[in-house]
């Protein structure tokens, strides 16, 4: 898939998202090989499986085990789509300079790319594709504003920038970047993830100051605009890992 209408950047952080749903895809096949060593290795099973009844016992078990292999390798797909899916998105979102038509067209591009490379069926990602489709038209009518190359390769790239959390100038709003985070997490977690998550795991007990920092408030305080940054540059695994250990969502 071509994306080089984006900044290099941009398509740095696509590669590295395709990587990441590559792997998402092999570890949902491990219990699926497993499955398979275990169907045509019949020398591994235990003696006492010559028993008419423990063999049938086992051969249910078994036909049960596969069931659940097909299933994780299923959702493996799905999920890794809905990542590579959203990370593009993300990307056209923030970094593209593309109207809604374009932004529409090279978002079904993008879907049957997914689709295509992960073997999932249009379904499993058309829902993803409508809530960054809402996304884009709830964006600035400036666009978010572009990052500072200079800025980031003295920083080594390494430390977000004001693209990583959307931006934050002259009363802009940042709903339609927290938008972008919370579909992406919802894409790729069980967990239905709302604001509410987010600024409870940057450790506030009210959401004042996240409403603030939201609508670029002069009331929000540098710290806000630090932590809230942070949290909206995890990726959906580190921050559900993140209201885990925090204790914000069961374990």
């Known amino acids: ?29 491990i219990p699926s090989q497993v499955a398979r060593i275990r169907a045509k290795n019949p020398l591994a099973k235990p003696e006492s499986w010559r028993d008419g009844s423990i063999q049938e016992q086992k051969r ?51 879907g049957d790319w997914v689709c295509k490379k992960f073997r999932v069926k249009r379904a499993w990602v058309d829902i993803v594709k409508q809530g960054w489709r809402a996304a884009r038209r709830k964006r600035p009518a ?24 959307g931006p ?36 506030h007990s009210t959401a004042r100051q996240f409403q603030f920092w939201q609508a670029c408030d002069p009331k929000a305080t540098a710290q806000d605009d630090q932590n809230f940054r942070r949290i909206l540059a995890m990726n959906p695994t580190e921050f559900e890992a993140l209201l885990k250990k925090k204790g914000i969502i069961l374990p």
Not at 171 to 187: E, N
């Open 168 to 203: 934050a100038v002259n009363g802009t709003d940042r709903r339609p970047i927290v938008d972008a985070f919370i579909l992406k997490c919802s894409g790729e977690l069980s967990l239905k993830v709302n604001r509410k998550h987010i600024w409870r795991a940057a450790g």
């Open 60 to 110: 249910f078990e078994q036909s049960l085990f596969d069931a659940a292999a097909l299933d994780s390798l299923h959702q493996g797909r799905i999920q890794a789509a809905r990542h590579l899916l959203g990370a593009a998105a993300e990307e056209l979102l923030v970094a593209g300079d593309l109207d809604i038509k374009q932004f529409d067209a090279k978002l079904e591009s993008v």
């Open 142 to 165: 400036g666009g978010f504003p572009k990052p500072d190359h200079a800025e980031a390769t003295e920083r080594g790239g390494n430390e977000p920038n004001a693209m990583d959390a």
């Open 1 to 29: 898939m071509e994306f080089s209408d984006l900044p290099q950047s941009a398509q740095d952080r696509i590669a590295a998202a395709e990587i990441e749903a590559e792997l998402i895809l092999k570890r949902s096949k």
